[in-house]
């Protein structure tokens, strides 16, 4: 009964790696736009470090910080979930009461689409996009310290920041039950969750109380986690340690996005008969 439950599921993440792959064009600019904001925070880092006595930043040399602005672009990018979107539509074209009545689960339907169109993102521009990069920052600029297994183990930590996006965008989705102005919440959520996440500059850049705060948090799971890893920066121990709370964090996460849920649903009414 159970298999028969997540297959049941499996055919929306099909769908979303399928809804990837129709509008390819659309992904194709957006890891465009992720290349050209890459390219551009890397003169922005080369003019820093020309200008710098030192020849590391907060821990990080020029090649280091490259390879770091290539990967939080496209994990940026990758990781992208429309959930809160999708939400925010539902309600305000009246399409939640037929979902709610279908003998599936929203939330399950949501999260499972998110994953499809992240393993599409992923697969299609991601992969390419970083090997190009690792390729030319290795080789170019003389980036040291990659290991095939920090490239092995920065895909599961991809998948855990994936899985968090999407439960930041479900939480933040149950507001449209109660305001219209969700344009404004999705543009402040997603600058909070980039700059917060190390997507903007490195974490190890803010000061130490806030370095230490956000270690409390589930931001740094969303970029900064899968980029240290890739980049050696974390130790095995720290790497296991990163992975349980980030587990924990989702857990959590998920059971108050689902009391926020139940709350939410008893502000739906349906007309009809």
Same mark, same amino acid.
């Given at each position: 009964?159970?298999?028969?439950?997540?297959?049941?599921?499996?055919?929306? #993440?099909?769908?979303?790696?399928?809804?990837?792959?129709? @509008?390819?064009?659309?992904?194709?600019?957006?890891?465009?736009?992720?290349?050209?904001?890459?390219?551009?925070?890397?003169?922005?880092?080369?003019?820093?470090?020309?200008?710098?006595?030192?020849?590391?930043?907060?821990?990080?040399?020029?090649?280091?910080?490259?390879? @770091?602005?290539?990967?939080?672009?496209?994990?940026?990018?990758? !990781?992208?979930?429309?959930?809160?979107?999708?939400?925010?539509?539902?309600?305000?074209?009246?399409?939640?009461?037929?979902?709610?009545?279908?003998? +599936?689960?929203?939330?399950?339907?949501?999260?499972?689409?998110?994953?499809?169109?992240?393993?599409?993102?992923?697969?299609?521009?991601?992969?390419?996009?970083?090997?190009?990069?690792?390729?030319?920052?290795?080789?170019?600029?003389?980036?040291?310290?990659?290991?095939?297994?920090?490239?092995? *183990?920065?895909?599961?930590?991809?998948?855990?920041?994936? !899985? #968090? &996006?999407?439960?930041?965008?479900?939480? &933040?989705?149950?507001?449209?039950?109660?305001?219209?102005?969700?344009?404004?919440?999705?543009?402040?959520?997603?600058?909070?969750?980039?700059?917060?996440?190390?997507?903007?500059?490195?974490?190890?850049? &803010?000061?130490?109380?806030?370095?230490?705060? *956000?270690?409390?948090?589930? &931001?740094?799971?969303?970029?900064?986690?899968?980029?240290? +890893?890739?980049?050696?920066?974390?130790?095995?121990?720290?790497?296991?340690?990163?992975?349980?709370?980030?587990?924990?964090? +989702?857990?959590?996460?998920?059971?108050?996005?689902?009391?926020?849920?139940?709350?939410?649903?008893?502000?739906?009414?349906?007309?009809?008969?």
């Amino acid at each position: 009964m159970r298999k028969g439950r997540i297959r049941k599921y499996l055919i929306f #993440m099909r769908s979303g790696f399928q809804t990837m792959l129709a @509008y390819r064009g659309a992904i194709i600019l957006w890891f465009i736009g992720a290349i050209i904001s890459a390219v551009l925070m890397g003169l922005v880092w080369w003019a820093i470090y020309s200008f710098s006595p030192d020849s590391a930043i907060a821990g990080y040399t020029f090649p280091q910080m490259l390879m @770091y602005v290539i990967l939080s672009a496209v994990v940026g990018e990758a !990781i992208y979930t429309d959930t809160l979107g999708e939400i925010s539509d539902d309600v305000k074209q009246g399409l939640i009461g037929m979902r709610l009545m279908k003998p +599936i689960n929203y939330r399950m339907q949501l999260g499972f689409s998110a994953m499809g169109s992240f393993l599409a993102r992923i697969l299609i521009i991601g992969v390419p996009v970083i090997t190009v990069g690792t390729i030319i920052v290795v080789f170019g600029f003389g980036l040291e310290g990659i290991q095939w297994y920090n490239i092995l *183990l920065f895909l599961p930590a991809c998948v855990l920041s994936a !899985i #968090m &996006f999407d439960t930041f965008g479900f939480l &933040f989705g149950q507001l449209a039950f109660r305001t219209q102005a969700m344009f404004g919440v999705s543009s402040m959520s997603q600058i909070i969750m980039s700059f917060l996440s190390g997507g903007i500059v490195p974490i190890a850049l &803010f000061p130490v109380w806030a370095q230490t705060a *956000l270690a409390y948090t589930p &931001f740094p799971t969303l970029v900064s986690l899968p980029v240290q +890893i890739f980049l050696g920066q974390v130790g095995w121990m720290d790497m296991l340690i990163a992975f349980a709370v980030s587990i924990a964090w +989702i857990l959590v996460l998920n059971v108050l996005a689902h009391f926020a849920y139940k709350s939410s649903v008893k502000h739906v009414v349906v007309f009809g008969g």
